[in-house]
């Protein structure tokens, strides 16, 4: 009897991946720390002998240790660095993506997905390694939007105090450029207002993936990814600069099953249903 090959994510193990990052996040530290020590050690030790044996050359010697040395060393560190906190931050992910297959019990594993609206025939890990990966997607979702959410008064620090601002009053049709306080406090505001377009976006995209995870614990066979289904913006950053300058074409965001999708259209939808018109979900009618 053949097995059908499931798509990555209904097979990830996050057990074993957790060990794998954790052991490369540690490689990664050492190697990190060793290269640095041996950098320092390597430039002070030319000094130190330039110094003794060739004080003549110790200016040039120098030179070629900062112009040269500490450039190369610069990017060796980097790429050290950037491989350390990759593996810390799967690490992290697996080690709640563990904690939340732990928590979901096999008794009520057919409640909690009829709960979603559908059922699925996959094996129990399956479900429970797609239905973690769900939760931690939609918790996601829910910071993101949190942080994007901005009253009708803000605080912002400025100048060394703490200013409640009404950004109501900050319109730039309103804003005396002149003042040098008014446009400082307009640039703040559209700094935020730049952080917030990101987040909302991120959001949404975060809540697209959830809603192809619900495809895949129905189908975990489907192996096709999901930029294969959804395309997004091949610029986020100028679509969320369109967005902040009033520009109503920028909110559509993805383009799927032959239909575009708003990012508040996305924000307001279940993944369920989202599921259903992008993935083609089997809803159950009861």
């Known amino acids: 009897m053949t097995t059908t090959p499931l798509n990555p994510y209904a097979t990830h193990d996050p057990a074993a991946n957790l060990s794998q990052n954790v052991f490369y996040k540690r490689l990664y530290t050492v190697a990190l720390v060793a290269t640095t020590v041996g950098i320092a050690a390597l430039a002070i030790f030319a000094i130190a002998y330039t110094s003794t044996f060739w ?25 050290l660095w950037n491989k350390m ?15 939340g297959v732990e928590e979901i019990s096999t008794d ?33 979702v829910k910071k993101f939007k949190s942080e994007a959410e901005i009253g009708d008064e803000i ?8 200013r409640t601002i009404r950004p109501a009053e900050y319109r730039i049709s309103e804003v005396d450029f002149e003042n040098p306080e008014e446009a400082k406090i307009f640039d703040t ?17 975060v809540h697209l993936k959830a809603a192809y995870l619900l495809h895949l614990i129905q189908k975990p066979e489907d192996k096709r990814d999901f930029e294969e289904f959804v395309k997004l913006p091949s610029s986020p950053i100028q679509h969320i600069i369109a967005q902040i300058a009033g520009d109503p074409t920028a909110y ?14 996305i924000l307001n939808t279940s993944a369920a249903k989202l ?12």
């Open 275 to 286: 599921s259903s018109q992008i993935f083609g979900l089997k809803r159950n009618w009861y």
């Open 252 to 265: 559509t965001i993805a383009k799927a099953a032959g239909k575009v999708f708003k990012r508040d259209q």
């Open 55 to 79: 004080p003549a050359h110790l200016t040039l010697v120098t030179l070629i240790v900062l112009a040269g040395g500490l450039p190369t060393s610069s990017w060796a560190l980097k790429g």
């Open 155 to 162: 605080e912002l620090y400025m100048d060394g105090k703490v």
């Open 85 to 99: 906190n990759y593996y810390k931050k799967e690490a992290a992910f697996d080690e709640k993506l563990k904690r």
């Open 108 to 140: 009520n594993l057919s409640s909690k997905i009829n709960e979603l609206g559908f059922s699925s025939s996959a094996s129990d890990s399956v479900q429970k390694n797609l239905l973690s990966r769900y939760h931690l997607l939609e918790e996601t």
């Open 189 to 205: 505001l559209q700094r935020r207002q730049y952080k917030r377009e990101k987040l909302l976006y991120s959001a949404a995209v």
